[in-house]
């Protein structure tokens, strides 16, 4: 891989542009209303949703990222693998049936529908686009620095090219769009993983226990690369990473909103049992993509091609299938990106066009025309913010913003969620107390975190000591959010016995519900 790719790359990632362009031009058809807008009008199946959430969750970090974390530090590159499937488990417990029988559109829909009070939508909203933006940012910057090594064109042009096509597809097609674009690319991506490591497979003859003898006795760290602390030489930040990753996804503002998209609770459990499948296999797979890039292509070149080892799944492929191999699978790269950044351009102008513009300014009195124009406008909004941000964040160590929008959406949002549905004398002061304690602990703690203040220049954001030990603060802020919430409640006003019951009948029944719910 020289800085650019040949011939058939350019076709491979046409034929998927225009794929995506073409679905887009269909959805745009059926994009009539703001529930088509923001929910394709819940008329999607179980699988396909299953699929589209598979789709929105398995992002370029997911794809470059652990696959070279794997190909550099064995295990510890598989802590994310783990923390990431088993994030599915309490998605499909806890938050998905009572999400949807409460919600309509997004996350402040389903506390609303226990306290209907602006201020509590406006703080679930703002928590949502604080997630969308730092999620999007680190999007942007890896899908910039992916397609100026692989087509060789510039960052900044590599960067508005990802975001005028993912303003195109929300724009225009909403989430009918975004949705099939993320079926596509989750098809394409488990597609190109499962060929891979099939064909690393074929290289030690299909044994499983030769690869693992083979990448512990071929890699820099021994026999110490088949177990944990390679990377995670402290414990306490590791439980608090993997603490931010299995708690986080129940917190998303775009995944959530993918519930939306069924007619019922039962189809968004069917959902995440499709989506937790697809999950399951793509991350078991990232361990032969992992070893095989370690076993075939090696640390030196892995570093060489990109020091954070993203470029690890394309050079194995390029080792195990030359030109044609590494452009689809570049080509694919590509897809997820977009299909990612439209799910949270659509989450965050949600957030705004309907709970902030929709609900608080125009106080519900809205018709359905303005609201789609403002959810138009709010995506140009997201799209150009994000753009602009991650214009400048080129030169930033980015990597963790990830993991912080994983640590917002487990301290700020989960502890609502959870105490909504399941705590009787929640109130307001504890939804209020829980959100704004677990939005600010997180930003503050990692405002003075070791991600942001190095000793040495290049190892962080600045130069200085930080406060904080530990590089994710899930372990403190998570706490601090159930915390605030339980002290808020037991000091508020007494919470409404009836409205508590009424929303407990609701969310497990999903009883006087019919389609999408209104609030």
Known sequence: MTGGISGIGIFFFLFIVGITLFVTY??????????????????????????????????????????????????????????????YLVVLYIVAEPLRNLGKYTLADMITSRFNQKKI???????????????????????????????GIDYMWAVILVGVMMTIYVLWGGMGATSWVQIIKASLLMLGTVLISVLVLVQFNFNISEMFTYV??????????????????????????????????????????????????????????????IVGVFYILTIFLGFGAAAFVGTDKILAANPAGNMAAPLLAEYLGGDILLSFICAVA??????????????GASAFAHDIYAQIIKKGKVTDRQQMLAARYASLGVSILSIILALGAQSLNVAFLVSLAFCIAASANLPVII????????????AMAAMVTGLASALILVAVSPNVWGPEGGTAIFVGTALFPLTNPAI????????????????????????????????????????????
């Open 121 to 151: 939508r406006g703080t679930a909203a703002v928590s949502s686009i604080v997630i969308v933006l730092f999620y999007m940012i680190a999007q942007l910057v890896g899908a910039g620095a992916l397609i100026q090594l692989l087509l």
């Open 476 to 519: 403190v802020s998570v706490p601090l959010g159930f915390l605030a919430g339980w002290i808020g409640s037991l000091i508020g006003a007494k919470a409404d016995a009836k409205k508590y019951a009424e929303v407990t009948v609701k969310a497990n029944t999903g009883s006087g519900i019919s389609g999408s719910v209104d609030h």
């Open 334 to 347: 590509f897809a997820t990106i977009l299909a990612v950044v439209a799910g949270l351009v659509l989450s």
């Open 26 to 87: 269909l959805a745009s058809k059926n994009t009539k209303s703001t529930t088509d807008f923001y929910t394709a009008g819940g008329g999607l199946k179980g699988w396909q949703n299953g699929i589209a959430i598979a789709g929105d969750y398995l992002s370029a970090a997911s794809f470059l990222g652990i696959a070279g974390a794997i190909a550099l530090t064995g295990f510890d590159g598989f802590f994310y693998s783990i923390g990431y499937l088993v994030a």
């Open 419 to 430: 105490y909504t549905i399941y705590y009787k004398k929640f109130n307001t002061t504890g």
């Open 216 to 277: 512990k006795t071929h890699n820099p760290h021994g026999e110490a690369y088949l177990n944990p602390g390679v990377k995670y030489t402290n414990g306490i930040d590791t439980m608090s990473m993997m603490i931010a990753l299995v708690l986080g996804t129940a917190g998303l503002p775009h995944i959530l909103m993918r519930f939306f998209t069924v007619k019922d609770a039962k189809t968004a459990r069917s959902s995440v049992v499709t989506a937790t499948w």
